[in-house]
C-alpha cells in the first residue's frame, strides 16, 4: 500500500456516459496530480492540484474536471466518455509544491469505455 | 510530447545481470526521477538525483546525470526476476512544476 488510495479500481462504461474518480492523497502531502496512461500516448500529465488549489494544467481535455476538496481528496470527472479515452488513470501525491520529492503513486483506475 | 526518450525500449537479459537504460531529455531541469511499474499496476519512486549532482546510489541501483548530454542512466546491478518491470524516468524542469515522463524501458530478466 503505497498510501495513496484511487476508487474505483476498474471501471467499465459506455460511450457519452460521465464517471468520477476518487483519489486520497498520502497523509500529510498537499500536492495532487492526475496523470492518464494509454499505450500510444504514455504517461500524460493532466492536472495537478496543491491545498486545494489548480496548480498546473497539462492536456486535459475539456470534457475532464478535477477539484480537490478541504480534506485534500481529489476528484477526477470524465464526461461524454469516447472509446478513446479508456486508460490507466492515476493520481500522484506530493510533500510540497516546490517540487524536488518524488511523487507516490496510487494503484490506478482501469477505464474501460466500451 | 514526451521530454524523456528512453533506450533501450526493451531490455532482455538473465539473473545476475547488470542492466543499464538510459534516458534523454530535450529541456533544462530541476531534477531527474527514476520509477519502477509492474504490469498494470501503479509507479514507485526509486530514485532521485538533482541537477547539480552527477551520481547517486540506492542499494543496487546507480543513477548517473549528465546535463550537458541532457541525459542520464540507470543500472541495475546483480538483477533478479523480481526486478521485470517497465522503468520511466521523469524529469522536473523547474521547483514545483509537474514531472514529464519518458516511454519506458521494459526490462525482463529471465531466471
Known amino acids: 500500500d503505497s498510501g495513496v488510495t484511487q476508487t474505483p479500481k476498474h471501471l467499465i462504461t459506455a460511450t457519452g456516459q460521465r464517471v468520477t474518480l476518487r483519489c486520497s492523497p498520502r497523509s500529510g502531502d498537499l500536492s495532487v496530480y492526475w496523470y492518464q496512461q494509454s499505450l500510444d500516448q504514455g504517461l500524460q500529465f493532466l492536472i495537478q492540484?496543491?491545498?486545494?488549489?489548480?496548480?498546473a494544467k497539462g492536456n486535459i481535455l475539456e470534457r475532464f474536471s478535477a477539484q480537490q476538496f478541504p480534506d485534500l481528496h481529489s476528484e477526477l470527472n470524465l464526461s461524454s466518455l469516447e472509446l478513446g479515452d479508456s486508460a490507466l488513470y492515476f493520481c500522484?501525491?506530493?510533500?510540497?509544491?516546490?517540487?524536488?520529492?518524488?511523487?507516490?503513486f496510487g494503484s490506478g483506475t482501469r477505464l474501460t469505455v466500451v | 510530447s514526451q521530454q524523456g526518450e528512453e533506450d533501450p525500449q526493451a531490455l532482455s537479459i538473465q539473473e545476475g545481470e547488470n542492466a543499464t537504460m538510459n534516458c534523454s531529455y530535450k529541456t533544462s531541469i530541476n531534477n531527474l526521477q527514476w520509477y519502477r511499474q509492474n504490469s498494470g499496476r501503479g509507479l514507485v519512486h526509486l530514485i532521485l538525483i538533482r541537477s547539480n549532482e552527477r551520481e547517486k546510489h540506492s542499494g543496487r541501483l546507480r543513477v548517473t546525470l549528465d546535463t550537458s548530454k541532457k541525459s542520464s542512466s540507470l543500472l541495475i546491478t546483480a538483477s533478479r526476476a523480481a526486478d521485470t518491470a517497465s522503468y520511466f524516468c521523469?524529469?522536473?524542469?523547474?521547483?514545483?512544476?509537474?514531472?514529464?515522463f519518458g516511454e519506458g524501458t521494459q526490462l525482463t530478466v529471465n531466471p
Open positions: 492540484y496543491y491545498n486545494g488549489e489548480e496548480r
Open positions: 500522484a501525491s506530493s510533500g510540497g509544491v516546490w517540487g524536488g520529492y518524488g511523487y507516490t
Open positions: 521523469a524529469t522536473e524542469r523547474t521547483s514545483g512544476s509537474r514531472l514529464t
